[in-house]
C-alpha cells in the first residue's frame, strides 16, 4: 500500500517568512495529493490540492509543487502571518483508493 | 464541510462499554470515511464505504464497526473490544465513489474512556 513520510514535524518562522513542508510518497500509481490545515481541536480542511497532470499549482499566498519522478511533494507559504500557524497534513492517493496521510507538520508563526 | 455533521462533540466511556459516533452528511455524497486522530499519528482510516450496504476495513479496524444502512448516515461504533479507544475521531465524505474526489471533514467527536 500507499506510505507518506512528512517533513519537518514541526517548523518555526517568524512573520513574512516562509515556509515549506515536504512529503514523500511510495506508490507511483498516485495521481491526487491535497493538503489540509487543522488549527487546535477543529476539523481538517482542505487548501490546496494538485494532480499528477500537473507540476505547480498556486493559490495567492499557498502553492504546491509535484515531483513525480522523485515521488515528492511540497506545500509553500510564503509572507506567513500568525492566523498561519496550525498542523498541515499532506495526503496521496490514487483512483479507486483511499487517502494516505502524512504525519502532520505544526507550523508556529511567530509575530 | 459544512454539510457533515457528528455528535456528540464529546463523549465520555466507562471501560467495557460500546458507544456509537454519529456522521451525518447532506452532501448527496457517495463515500463515507472514518478516521482516528492521535497526537503525532496523523489521521488513521478506520473504515470506509463507498456505497450503501457495503463497507471496507481500514488499517486500523479491530474493536470498531460501522453500518451504512443510508446514504446519509455512516455510524461508527466503539466496542469493549478496543484496547485505547481515547481519541478523536474525525468522520469524511467524498463525492463519487471510486474516484479521487476531495474528502470533506466533519467536526469531530473527542472520546475519553474513563
Known amino acids: 500500500g500507499e506510505n507518506v513520510e512528512q517533513h519537518p514535524s514541526t517548523l518555526s518562522v517568524q512573520e513574512g517568512d516562509s515556509a515549506v513542508i515536504k512529503c514523500t510518497y511510495s506508490?507511483?500509481?498516485?495521481?491526487?495529493f491535497p493538503w489540509y490545515k487543522q488549527e487546535l481541536g477543529k476539523r481538517p480542511q482542505l487548501i490546496i490540492d494538485i494532480r499528477s497532470n500537473v507540476g505547480e499549482k498556486k493559490d495567492q499566498r499557498i502553492a504546491v509543487t509535484l515531483n513525480k519522478t522523485a515521488k515528492h511533494f511540497s506545500l509553500h507559504i510564503t509572507e506567513t502571518q500568525p492566523e498561519d500557524s496550525a498542523v498541515y497534513f499532506c495526503?496521496?492517493?490514487?483512483?479507486?483508493?483511499?487517502?494516505?496521510f502524512g504525519k502532520g507538520t505544526m507550523l508556529l508563526v511567530s509575530p | 464541510d459544512g454539510g457533515i455533521t457528528q455528535s456528540p462533540k464529546y463523549l465520555f466511556r466507562k471501560e467495557g462499554q460500546n458507544v456509537t459516533l454519529s456522521c451525518e452528511q447532506n452532501l448527496n455524497h457517495d463515500a463515507m470515511y472514518w478516521y482516528r486522530q492521535d497526537p503525532g499519528q496523523g489521521l488513521r482510516l478506520i473504515y470506509y464505504?463507498?456505497?450503501?450496504?457495503?463497507?471496507q476495513k481500514g488499517d486500523i479496524a479491530e474493536g470498531y464497526s460501522v453500518s451504512r444502512e443510508k446514504k446519509e448516515s455512516f455510524p461508527l461504533t466503539v466496542t469493549s473490544a478496543q484496547k485505547n479507544p481515547t481519541a478523536f475521531y474525525l468522520c469524511a465524505s467524498s463525492g463519487r465513489a471510486g474516484n479521487t474526489d476531495t474528502q470533506y471533514f466533519g467536526p469531530g467527536t473527542r472520546l475519553t474512556v474513563l
Open positions: 506508490d507511483s500509481a498516485s495521481n491526487y
Open positions: 464505504s463507498q456505497i450503501v450496504n457495503d463497507f
Open positions: 495526503a496521496a492517493t490514487r483512483g479507486y483508493s483511499t487517502l494516505t
